[in-house]
């Protein structure tokens, strides 16, 4: 479970359990239910990552949403998460941290394609090398805080967690010309684990 749960999760685990000392049965049980909710949404579970050098990992759990080719032949891909989905996001290639920067927006809904655009998000870049990957963690409708565990300049390796989303999100992530594209709308995805892209050429 991440760490961010702590702060939701121990007042509903002491609301409970006060609830039961006083006998109060239904306080308790909506606040058991709750503490089990927040428990659930933070999970935090390992992740088999692959090791081919060559392969892009997608950075989030969820559903592939949009695929989309830009004029410069960078294609962005949008995972949607819903409340059910692991929010912790990890790392899609090994490399520096080369830049991190906060974009003020709105709050609609993660799986409209306005939502790469119009909402608040935490863009990062990484450099592997030979190429760079940017990536965004985007807030949804439900979503109002995004977090970043990593800093510019921090070394990263590939399915490495650099933060997370909370209740709801969107993170698209976008590959250059020389990557090729080995998902399709409709996909599931699973962050650090799910290959997303490949680099054929490198």
């Given at each position: 479970?991440?760490?961010?749960?702590?702060?939701?999760?121990?007042?509903?685990?002491?609301?409970?359990?006060?609830?039961?000392?006083?006998?109060?049965?239904?306080?308790?049980?909506?606040?058991?239910?709750?503490?089990?909710?927040?428990?659930?949404?933070?999970?935090?579970?390992?992740?088999?990552?692959?090791?081919?050098?060559?392969?892009?990992?997608?950075?989030?759990?969820?559903?592939?949403?949009?695929?989309?080719?830009?004029?410069?032949?960078?294609?962005?891909?949008?995972?949607?998460?819903?409340?059910?989905?692991?929010?912790?996001?990890?790392?899609?290639?090994?490399?520096?941290?080369?830049?991190?920067?906060?974009?003020?927006?709105?709050?609609?809904?993660?799986?409209?394609?306005?939502?790469?655009?119009?909402?608040?998000?935490?863009?990062?870049?990484?450099?592997?090398?030979s190429y760079k990957i940017k990536f965004s963690q985007i807030a949804g409708i439900l979503a109002r805080r995004i977090v970043c565990w990593k800093k510019p300049g921090?070394?990263?390796?590939?399915?490495?967690?650099?933060?997370?989303?909370?209740?709801?999100?969107?993170?698209?992530?976008?590959?250059?010309?020389?990557?090729?594209?080995?998902?399709?709308?409709?996909?599931?995805?699973?962050?650090?684990?799910?290959?997303i892209g490949r680099l054929d050429n490198v």
């Amino acid at each position: 479970m991440a760490k961010d749960a702590y702060p939701f999760l121990i007042p509903f685990l002491s609301i409970t359990v006060l609830s039961l000392a006083f006998g109060f049965k239904w306080p308790a049980l909506l606040c058991a239910a709750l503490g089990l909710f927040v428990a659930f949404f933070f999970r935090d579970p390992e992740r088999a990552i692959p090791r081919d050098e060559n392969s892009i990992v997608s950075p989030a759990d969820g559903k592939i949403v949009g695929i989309l080719t830009t004029a410069d032949g960078t294609t962005r891909i949008s995972i949607f998460l819903s409340i059910f989905d692991v929010h912790v996001n990890r790392a899609p290639v090994a490399g520096r941290v080369e830049s991190i920067s906060y974009l003020p927006g709105r709050f609609k809904a993660a799986f409209g394609s306005s939502a790469s655009i119009e909402n608040e998000q935490n863009v990062l870049v990484i450099d592997g090398g030979s190429y760079k990957i940017k990536f965004s963690q985007i807030a949804g409708i439900l979503a109002r805080r995004i977090v970043c565990w990593k800093k510019p300049g921090d070394s990263v390796s590939k399915g490495e967690r650099i933060g997370l989303i909370k209740f709801g999100s969107r993170v698209d992530t976008f590959l250059p010309q020389q990557v090729r594209v080995v998902v399709k709308l409709g996909d599931k995805v699973r962050g650090g684990s799910s290959v997303i892209g490949r680099l054929d050429n490198v």
